[in-house]
């Protein structure tokens, strides 16, 4: 069983920045490809980027590409995101996931582990 934490959300004023981590409970952790979700209000949950297990590969969906970034730092069991010039539609709860796939992926389905999420609220 892995167990993932996330923190660093907050609030901030648009175009300000926020760096989210997530912990993993586990030595192996990187053994996972890694993705962060967003879920805002009366929408879906939408995947906002991913990393493969080794972090050579990422993927971001287009409303966040140059702002966003994510890594891993697999000695530390711990996968960021980097959040730069936010906006307000960037509000929303963000989760972490991870998924024992051999590559990126932005399928849902495919993640086993999911954190309990994380407020980021972007408003002036």
């Known amino acids: 069983q892995v167990q993932l934490v996330e923190s660093g959300g907050g609030l901030v004023q648009p175009g300000g920045s926020l760096r989210l981590s997530c912990a993993a409970s586990?030595?192996?952790?990187?053994?996972?490809?890694v993705g962060w979700f967003r879920q805002a209000p009366g929408k879906e949950r939408e995947v906002v980027a991913a990393?493969?297990?080794?972090?050579?590969?990422?993927y971001y969906v287009d409303s966040v590409k140059g702002r966003f970034t994510i890594s891993r730092d697999n000695a530390k069991n711990t996968v960021y995101l980097q959040m730069n010039s936010l906006k307000p539609e960037d509000t929303a709860v963000y989760y972490c996931?991870?998924?024992?796939?051999?590559?990126?992926?932005?399928?849902?389905?495919?993640?086993?582990?999911w954190g309990q999420g994380t407020q980021v609220t972007v408003s002036s």
């Open positions: 996931a991870a998924s024992r796939a051999v590559s990126v992926t932005t399928t849902l389905r495919t993640y086993d582990y």
């Open positions: 586990i030595r192996t952790f990187s053994v996972y490809a």
């Open positions: 990393i493969s297990r080794g972090g050579g590969s990422t």
